[in-house]
């Protein structure tokens, strides 16, 4: 079945610095893919959708600036926490959609802790 | 503007037990999906059902079941027989703007041996 793998699994980072957070698709090409957040015991809301070679769309509040994403492939997309303060402590989550089938599949979901 | 209620912030039942998990949403599409994902303590989201909204039909899935019913907006999951595996918080989401998904709170449940 349609995988994805999101890399990295759980990250500690220091208060300032940039992490980035890698989305891929392993057996099927995606055109679009979706980035969450989730707080602890909340739901998963939608931060932005990326579409491959053209420019994100960002949920009304998500700051562009701070979450930077690139979808340079058919089967990569990222998500860049700039600056990152305590308060981006969150777990995230992508999801690609199929080009072909248009089903979606999501990743496994990033850790992120900031210090 | 779309909504995904899942009133049921927790459950816990005793194994064999079945258990209903309520979803009702809103929405002004004519067209739209509605799916359910589980979400293991390790956070990824497991895939569990589809529906469009011209397909009412109930499923069974082994002991899973989904009724899904237009009148009240409601797309409820039953399990039966349950297992301490089942043990996970569970979402309900609406599908609805071509892409857009919209995921409700999320209900956990506790299945004890």
């Known amino acids: 079945g349609a995988v994805v793998s999101q890399h990295p699994s759980w990250v500690i980072c220091k208060s300032g610095t940039s992490v980035k957070i890698e989305c891929r698709s392993l057996d099927f090409q995606a055109t679009t893919m979706f980035w969450y957040r989730q707080f602890p015991k909340q739901s998963l809301m939608l931060m932005a959708t990326?579409?491959?070679?053209?420019?994100?769309?960002?949920e009304q509040g998500v700051e562009k600036d701070k979450f930077l994403i690139n979808h340079a492939s058919l089967t990569l997309s990222t998500l860049t926490v700039t600056s990152a303060h305590p308060e981006d402590s969150s777990f995230y989550i992508c999801s690609a959609r199929d080009r072909e089938s248009y089903g979606y599949t999501f990743g496994s979901g990033t850790r992120l802790t900031v210090v | 503007a779309q909504k995904v209620t899942q009133a049921q912030t927790e459950i816990s039942v005793v194994e064999k037990e079945d258990v209903t998990l309520d979803c009702v949403y809103e929405?002004?599409?004519?067209?739209?999906?509605l799916f359910w994902y589980k979400q293991p303590p390790s956070g990824e989201l497991v895939f569990l059902i589809r529906?469009?909204?011209?397909?009412?039909q109930n499923e069974i899935s082994g002991r899973y079941s989904w009724n899904f019913q237009k009148s009240t907006s409601s797309f409820n999951f039953t399990i039966t027989a349950s297992q301490v595996v089942d043990s996970a918080v569970y979402f309900c989401?609406?599908?609805?703007?071509?892409?857009?998904?919209?995921f409700g709170s999320g209900t956990k449940l506790n299945v004890k041996p």
């Open positions: 990326s579409n491959e070679g053209s420019k994100a769309t960002y």
């Open positions: 529906r469009n909204s011209f397909d009412e």
């Open positions: 989401a609406l599908k609805y703007n071509f892409n857009k998904f919209y």
């Open positions: 929405t002004r599409d004519t067209t739209y999906y």
